[in-house]
């Protein structure tokens, strides 16, 4: 491979006589020995804020119970006593089977404290906490105040907000909240640290799957003050549910904003592509909606009234923009496809978020009509999936996590990690994609529908290729194609299902300039 100018000059043969020509003109050359060169990674759906800010929140992941929990915030109260809040990750419902609330926290530490679920579902706060985001997002702390269309605030026996917050009252009021609180300093830190993070483990590329201004605002500043480094972003505007009394103008307001940034923000390294809709929840807080209902009884219908899904999804095809879709349940999935089908088409490339347990019949349909199946198969880990035989009956899954059909269907799989709800690291998302078995515990067993399984290729193609292609970028980047970006990465791998567990991303080059190199 010669790399000219930031671009690929020439991909082939040490003998060809471009590489000859290469060397009259005093090109450096590199021997990389057994090491490998693949595209560098674009990770399909991630939070670029969000994953920033996690890298300091205190990891929760390996608790097992309330106890090691209480521990784990007092430690971290000790060790930051300047710090104006305390803030956790990686909580799991099942390591606090009895439930939380405020109270089981206010103990540890005066100051606010905020706990996220590791699938970022759910924010539990302790009592300071609860009343600071009442106060900055003006909500009432006696808890008279409805539960937010999309989502509930979990209370007490009198009807009180009890500190954990769910769904859309995460996206909605804590992530807006937390970011309110973090000046724009702060803001444009941790994306510094996401960034530096993604370079370091073989990104050069990010899809943002729920911008919005307080994210959009720091990312701009701090590309104009001193560049994204060796990176991309491209953005999904994230559209906000619907208040009960507000009509379909107030939607159609988002998408004119999305829009217009778009218009705006069109260069390579910090776009706008189009928005994002969040049409369910996840399967084990049992708010993915199902064609038939979970087996506790309990049948949850989609956030998004579908009549209220078509003229959204026309207006932003109308203005240009791409479509995403969260979909998660099969229901919502079948929904996603008909309100896509009819509304937009293949020349936007239009993409459907996580695809958990879609029916055969709709994952055939992805490809025929040019949806991108967009995938994150550290999802699919068997070691966070032992919640669903019981919910789903072990018949519906069989459906769990299609892949290989979405493949087989002539689908673009775009492949993501969803960080910081997932580990963000890449290979082991490919490891899970075509082995189907646990990265988070490689001595488990299990295998998730192995029928499902992708080869190594396609895991690496949708990886990198599928992310450009799902977002326009395949125009520059995505593959080591002559006349494209050099954006590499060099990696020592075998290429071959088990090996990739153990794969490691020595160095990560971007526009022929590296950007990362592993000690
Ligand atoms: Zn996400």
Same mark, same amino acid.
């Given at each position: 491979?010669?790399?000219?100018?930031?671009?690929?000059? /020439?991909?082939?043969?040490?003998?060809?006589?471009?590489?000859?020509?290469? %060397?009259?003109?005093?090109?450096?050359?590199?021997? +990389?020995? $057994?090491?490998?060169?693949?595209?560098? /990674?674009?990770?399909?759906?991630?939070?670029?804020?969000?994953?920033?800010?996690?890298?300091?929140?205190?990891?929760?992941?390996?608790?097992?119970?309330?106890?090691?929990?209480?521990?784990?915030?007092?430690?971290?109260?000790?060790?930051?006593?300047?710090?104006?809040?305390?803030?956790?990750?990686?909580?799991?419902?099942?390591?606090?089977?009895?439930?939380?609330?405020?109270?089981?926290?206010?103990?540890?530490?005066?100051?606010?404290?905020?706990?996220?679920?590791?699938?970022?579902?759910?924010?539990?706060?302790?009592?300071?906490?609860?009343?600071?985001?009442?106060?900055?997002?003006?909500?009432?702390?006696?808890?008279? !105040?409805?539960?937010?269309?999309?989502?509930? /605030?979990?209370?007490? #026996?009198?009807?009180?907000?009890? $500190?954990? /917050?769910?769904?859309?009252?995460?996206?909605?009021? +804590?992530?807006?909240?937390?970011?309110?609180?973090?000046?724009?300093?702060?803001?444009?830190?941790?994306?510094?640290?996401?960034?530096?993070?993604?370079?370091?483990?073989?990104?050069?590329?990010?899809?943002? !799957?729920?911008?919005?201004?307080?994210?959009?605002?720091?990312?701009?500043?701090?590309?104009?003050?001193?560049?994204?480094?060796?990176?991309?972003?491209?953005?999904?505007?994230?559209?906000?549910?619907?208040?009960?009394?507000?009509?379909?103008?107030?939607?159609?307001?988002?998408?004119?904003?999305?829009?217009?940034?778009?218009?705006?923000?069109?260069?390579?390294?910090?776009?706008?592509? $189009?928005?994002?809709?969040?049409?369910?929840?996840? +399967?084990? #807080?049992?708010?993915?909606?199902?064609?038939?209902?979970?087996?506790?009884?309990?049948?949850?219908?989609?956030?998004?009234?579908?009549?209220?899904?078509?003229?959204?999804?026309?207006?932003?095809?109308?203005?240009?923009?791409?479509? #995403?879709?969260?979909? +998660?349940?099969?229901?919502?999935?079948?929904?996603?496809?008909?309100?896509?089908?009819?509304?937009?088409?293949?020349?936007?490339?239009?993409?459907?978020?996580?695809?958990?347990?879609?029916?055969?019949?709709?994952?055939?349909?992805?490809?025929?009509?040019?949806?991108?199946?967009?995938?994150?198969?550290?999802?699919?880990?068997?070691?966070?999936?032992?919640?669903?035989?019981?919910?789903?009956?072990?018949?519906?899954?069989?459906?769990?996590? #299609?892949? %290989?059909?979405?493949?087989?269907?002539?689908?673009?799989?775009?492949?993501?990690?969803?960080?910081?709800?997932?580990?963000?690291?890449?290979?082991?998302?490919?490891?899970?994609?075509?082995?189907?078995?646990?990265?988070?515990?490689?001595?488990?067993?299990?295998?998730?529908?192995?029928?499902?399984?992708?080869?190594?290729?396609?895991?690496?193609?949708?990886?990198?290729?599928?992310?450009?292609?799902?977002?326009?970028?395949?125009?520059?980047?995505?593959?080591? %194609?002559?006349?494209?970006?050099?954006?590499?990465?060099?990696?020592?791998?075998?290429?071959?299902?088990?090996?990739?567990?153990?794969?490691v991303v020595k160095e990560t080059w971007f526009e022929g300039r590296q950007v990362f190199q592993k000690e």
């Amino acid at each position: 491979m010669i790399v000219r100018n930031g671009e690929i000059a /020439f991909v082939g043969s040490l003998s060809d006589p471009a590489v000859q020509a290469a %060397r009259d003109q005093g090109a450096a050359e590199r021997d +990389i020995g $057994g090491l490998k060169i693949l595209p560098s /990674f674009i990770d399909g759906h991630m939070h670029l804020l969000l994953l920033g800010q996690s890298l300091t929140k205190v990891a929760l992941d390996d608790c097992k119970s309330l106890e090691d929990i209480r521990e784990r915030m007092r430690e971290a109260a000790r060790n930051d006593p300047g710090a104006k809040r305390l803030y956790g990750r990686g909580w799991m419902h099942s390591m606090t089977p009895d439930g939380v609330d405020a109270s089981m926290l206010d103990d540890i530490d005066p100051r606010p404290m905020y706990i996220d679920a590791k699938d970022l579902h759910s924010t539990w706060a302790n009592t300071a906490g609860l009343k600071e985001v009442c106060d900055v997002m003006d909500l009432d702390f006696e808890g008279s !105040m409805p539960d937010p269309p999309g989502g509930s /605030f979990s209370r007490d #026996a009198q009807g009180r907000l009890n $500190g954990v /917050f769910n769904e859309s009252a995460v996206f909605e009021i +804590i992530w807006p909240f937390v970011a309110r609180v973090a000046s724009i300093e702060e803001r444009k830190e941790s994306i510094r640290a996401a960034i530096e993070a993604f370079n370091a483990c073989g990104y050069t590329g990010m899809v943002d !799957m729920a911008m919005d201004d307080t994210i959009w605002e720091p990312l701009v500043e701090l590309r104009n003050q001193e560049g994204l480094g060796g990176m991309r972003v491209a953005a999904y505007w994230l559209m906000k549910p619907l208040k009960e009394d507000s009509g379909i103008d107030a939607v159609f307001a988002q998408v004119d904003h999305a829009a217009k940034l778009a218009r705006e923000f069109k260069d390579q390294d910090c776009r706008v592509v $189009g928005i994002k809709v969040i049409c369910d929840g996840i +399967i084990d #807080a049992c708010t993915a909606s199902l064609t038939e209902p979970y087996s506790t009884g309990i049948n949850p219908d989609p956030i998004w009234p579908e009549e209220v899904l078509h003229p959204l999804v026309k207006r932003a095809h109308d203005a240009g923009l791409q479509v #995403a879709l969260h979909a +998660i349940g099969d229901r919502t999935i079948n929904t996603a496809i008909n309100v896509l089908e009819k509304n937009t088409d293949a020349s936007r490339r239009p993409r459907i978020e996580h695809l958990e347990l879609a029916s055969a019949n709709d994952a055939a349909r992805l490809g025929q009509l040019g949806i991108t199946a967009s995938i994150q198969p550290v999802h699919a880990d068997p070691a966070i999936l032992r919640a669903w035989p019981r919910l789903l009956g072990e018949h519906r899954c069989k459906r769990r996590f #299609a892949y %290989r059909e979405f493949a087989d269907g002539g689908a673009n799989l775009a492949l993501g990690s969803d960080a910081p709800t997932a580990p963000h690291v890449p290979l082991p998302n490919l490891y899970i994609a075509t082995t189907r078995k646990s990265y988070r515990e490689p001595a488990c067993e299990e295998v998730v529908n192995p029928e499902f399984a992708l080869t190594v290729c396609q895991a690496v193609a949708g990886a990198t290729l599928g992310s450009a292609y799902s977002c326009f970028a395949d125009q520059w980047t995505g593959d080591l %194609r002559v006349g494209k970006k050099a954006d590499f990465v060099v990696c020592d791998v075998e290429l071959e299902p088990e090996g990739l567990i153990r794969g490691v991303v020595k160095e990560t080059w971007f526009e022929g300039r590296q950007v990362f190199q592993k000690e």
